[in-house]
């Protein structure tokens, strides 16, 4: 994807907000969402951010303000949610991008249609941008495989097949929700001594995992498979992803099926997808290391190689109820960037699709966890506290190997280079609540 | 639940071909689709099988014949699948089931409203009964657990939470279909030697899987769990499922997160469902046997223990182009019953929300296979051929490890007790068609 005038660093908006150095929403941004106005009964609509503000999307076509390719793309956005507009296909996304960044610059003759239409962020509750059809999970960092495998399997701790096959798995997508307040699950944790019964109760080493979400736009008929060098147009963009885990319920449930109850009773997401399109000045070469073997002919490409990473910088923040209470600042801890993963988005579609697996419009990928090479960048609990050995310790006093109740996580996720307006993610919340007994 | 008169074995049906004793579909089974004429461009709409017929509810609908909940059940047909009526709960569906049952006896004024309304099945092509937003498969059976396991892991077969966790993962419900005609998946495959690069191709270890669909009713809330008492309220009924598996991709790909594209690529199920209430008189204790651990709290009632089975009869036909060039009757493959499985209906529900994981109407389980205790009651070709080990011999000469191009598995469900009309499922019927490469 090349650069085009809405990547200009030069543009401002007419609104002010989108113009200061602290905003994750630029012009150059315009990520989607779903949203409505806090505490109304209307049906959610689409959205898209500019600064403080979101331009209603919904109420913005029933203005037929745009022709073409961007007015088709926009009157897909009578959807409650983003999957008409996901599945036009990326001209119409690149199209309604144009058209909207045009739109919103400083004297746009348009802003006495839109400025009425705007909302504030603040007032604005959202739900998930997509209808999620399917989610899968991914697992493409090595170095979180390698930490948890040496805790799950000391001896064994990075499989064979690992260099070789994008790991994935389905998730369940019911449960897949922002700014979630959920309850501590209960499950099953294993005996205390071989030939025992289990245990049974509240989980006792919960985690969040932090992840990036890969949206699907256009999906790909059953039995097609979706080439490397066509995969990205099947991508609409990016958002942040909490899988939240619970580690003791997975180590007793695991085998020889994966993880189940473990992680499908809370999944939470950024409202705001980011479009590869805005992303674009933020692509990296995709380099093996030396030593580290070439991915089979199906995974690779040279224009994948030259340029099929992200450099998109992450970071996990904690607040906790007694850090809430005296208002401390949130806890960092940990930063991770996409680009030290081990497989990248266009390889995870061309692999899921191999076997002629059809992806929907609105079908979630998640990374996996996004740890890096670095101690401190660990993407879980079970990495930073060693599988519960070591303690964090947290700046207002209290210490954590697994999360306690009424602790927050907030993962924020953003692009940032010389020159150019940072490119921001908004973030991800969830608040872990007593288990229900 | 309780027999009704929907139960009464001397119960007649207008349309003739219901009281044959070769009917999968006598008017006291009743069970549930989303059906259209064959090559119409109309949308799907729900329907229930009656004999030879189907009653076309969208139609029903318009007619406003049933008053009460039925009437309002009725009013969900509305829908182009059953998602809406499942929604319902099972009063509704046994108001609609007893008011479908009065107005198909023989003598029933509604028949001249009815009668215009009949499809023949024959005439009719099918869609997925709901549209399935998550779909879980579980691993019920002892039998293949242990069977399968011995190929996997010969020194390992049974893992030690296989008794106490109702094992299961989730699957791919975009690829869920009836009738399907798929392509063998192409996928990378074990290293001839260890730290070779692992071969790519077509599948070479096709299978199927003979399991039953269970699919959700109502729902639950996100964090309230479904307890054992209420769980078959949440049920609407069972059909039947072949879940196609690529053996030798499932061998590379599976550790440590679960099957992933050895799956997903397809999985057929029947166009029917047989509702909990029409099961009723098939009930049968759920029993542990001697030496076997007691379920914990949460899957253990004296209820579900009473009669929490279900004694379904299925059966593994085979046709492949050289049978059906020379007209052979399919070759029967094996034979099992879903009473055998180590876990029942009821527990698999409790076991998936006890986290709080969100169950939603028109979502589907699979059982996993249902293999039996006897060596003709395994329900997959890697158990019956001992991994390839012991080809099989057909009817008509030729002989199969795992499934060949052209190949077409169709599995068929009843139940059957003297005294009462047969209970069948329909049929479940899938074709593997040549790699494209």
Redesign the interface.
């Known amino acids: 994807m090349t650069l085009n005038e809405t990547h200009d660093p030069a543009l401002k908006s007419w609104v002010a907000s989108a113009n200061t150095a602290d905003t994750d929403f630029p012009i150059q941004n315009l990520p989607f969402a779903s949203f409505r106005r806090r505490g109304s009964q209307a049906a959610f609509r689409p959205g898209v951010a500019i600064g403080h503000h979101i331009v209603d999307l919904g109420a913005l076509r029933e203005a037929t303000v745009f022709d073409g390719l961007a007015g088709e793309a926009l009157q897909a956005c009578a959807d409650t949610h983003l999957n008409t507009l996901m599945a036009l296909g990326p001209q119409a996304w690149s199209a309604l991008r144009l058209a909207l960044s045009r739109a919103l610059r400083e004297g746009a003759a348009l802003r006495r249609v839109i400025e009425p239409l705007l909302v504030a962020q603040a007032d604005a509750e959202f739900t998930t941008p997509a209808r999620i ?2 989610y ?1 999970d991914f ?1 493409i960092s090595l170095h979180h495989a390698t930490a948890v ?1 040496r805790q ?2 000391p001896d064994n701790p990075l ?3 690992y260099k ?2 994008p ?9 897949i ?1 922002v700014e979630q307040h ?2 501590r ?4 944790q294993r005996p205390a001594a ?1 030939g025992d ?2 245990e ?1 109760g509240p989980c006792k080493r919960l985690d969040y995992e932090l992840e990036l979400s890969i949206f699907v736009g256009q ?1 790909n008929a ?4 979706i080439p490397l060098e066509s995969a990205e147009q099947h991508v609409f963009g990016l958002g942040i992803l909490n899988d939240w885990s ?1 580690r003791d ?1 997975q180590a ?10 473990a992680k ?3 999944s939470t997401i950024s409202p705001w997808i980011v479009t590869l399109e805005a992303l674009a000045p933020f692509r990296t070469p995709w380099l093996r290391a030396a030593g580290e ?1 070439q991915p ?3 995974l690779a490409s040279q224009a994948n190689r030259d340029a099929g990473a992200f450099d998109v910088q992450m970071e996990v923040l904690m607040t906790t109820e007694a850090s809430r209470a005296r208002q401390a600042p949130p806890a960092r801890l940990s930063r991770s960037n996409f680009r030290d993963a081990y497989w990248n988005v266009a390889q995870l579609i061309a ?2 699709t ?7 419009a609105g ?1 979630m990928l998640g990374t996996g966890t996004l740890s890096g090479p670095g101690a401190s960048e660990a993407g879980s609990l079970l990495e930073l506290s060693q599988g519960g050995k070591a303690p964090i310790e947290l700046p207002w006093g209290e210490k954590r190997t697994f999360l306690e109740d009424g602790d927050q996580i907030i993962i924020r996720a953003e692009c940032v280079k010389p020159g150019y307006p940072r490119i921001g993610f908004g973030q991800c919340v969830g608040t872990v609540a007593p288990a ?1 007994l």
């Open positions: 059809g399917d899968t697992y495998g799950f399997r499989l064979p097949n070789w096959v790991i994935g798995y389905h998730g369940r997508a019911s449960s929700g959920f309850a699950p209960l499950g099953q071989e019964a289990p049974f999906g059953q039995g097609e498979r619970a319920i007793w449930e695991y085998q020889p099926l994966g993880p189940f109850l499908n009773f809370a073997p089979l002919p199906y692999h899921h191999v076997n002629g697996c059809n992806l929907q079908d229900r």
